[in-house]
């Protein structure tokens, strides 16, 4: 018998042999059959660009804008969820409540997806000093540390608040606020993915991505978010 995380009824568990495979990890899921449910994957159709579900496999509108904006220069996304309800509510209990546990249900959705990347770095979306500060835990950070090897290289300055908490206007507005963390030190070439916990507008990753470009130009950047 488990505990479901997100419902906090208990539930009999299938054995999932990938998980038996995986030494020190709970073998058994971390959410309930009718949990589960609730979390709607992102397919057949989606925007090649930002991996948004849509009835077509065309650009989306917020992609078109930020192939103007950028001229081109765009940033492939891959997201696996849909922001449903039953996502929102995670992430609401995840980064406004602080309920820490529910990295795992994160961990658990993202799993499958996240084995399949590849690239030279793995870089998590950092979040602001004040909100590490206010949860006691980077929230990005949390989520992506079991399942890959993660490079800290960007840092977000304090005050800039949080793209949650803005509405769709005021994000799009919002300034760049990542820069390079100043412990990082060396260079770096390849493929890096950036690593977030939702693609809003994408306006997060977009400075997210333009920050490492700056600091290291020949870098091919791509990202990944659990959900779109
Ligand atoms: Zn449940
Ligand atoms: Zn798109």
């Given at each position: 018998m488990s505990l479901c995380l997100f419902c906090d009824q208990p539930f009999t568990g299938d054995l999932d042999m990938r998980r038996l495979?995986?030494?020190?990890?709970?073998?058994?899921?971390?959410?309930c059959p009718s949990c589960r449910q609730q979390f709607a994957q992102i397919?057949?159709?989606?925007?090649?660009?930002?991996g948004r579900q849509q009835d077509s496999g065309e650009i989306c509108q917020d992609c078109q804008k930020w192939r103007r904006i950028y001229q081109g220069n765009f940033l492939h996304n891959q997201a696996v969820y849909c922001y449903n309800q039953a996502f929102h509510d995670l992430m609401v209990r995840y980064?406004?409540?602080?309920?820490?546990?529910?990295c795992q249900v994160l961990q658990e959705l993202a799993a499958p997806a996240v084995q399949k990347l590849a690239a030279d770095y793995y870089v998590p979306v950092p979040t602001s000093p004040e909100h590490r500060k206010k949860r006691g835990y980077d929230t990005v950070w949390e989520i992506f540390t079991p399942l890959l090897p993660l490079t800290p290289l960007l840092a977000k300055k304090a005050?800039?608040?949080?793209?949650?908490?803005?509405?769709k206007k005021a994000r799009m507005q919002a300034k760049q606020n990542f820069f390079l963390n100043p412990e990082f030190r060396g260079t770096i070439t390849g493929k890096i993915i950036l690593l977030d916990d939702i693609y809003t507008t994408g306006r997060t990753l977009y400075h997210a991505r333009d920050a490492i470009e700056t600091a290291f130009p020949k870098c091919q950047v791509e990202s990944f978010s659990i959900s779109r």
């Open positions: 495979l995986l030494p020190g990890k709970s073998k058994t899921s971390c959410l397919g057949p159709a989606f925007c090649p660009q930002c980064k406004r409540y602080g309920d820490y546990l529910l005050g800039a608040g949080a793209q949650g908490e803005k509405g």
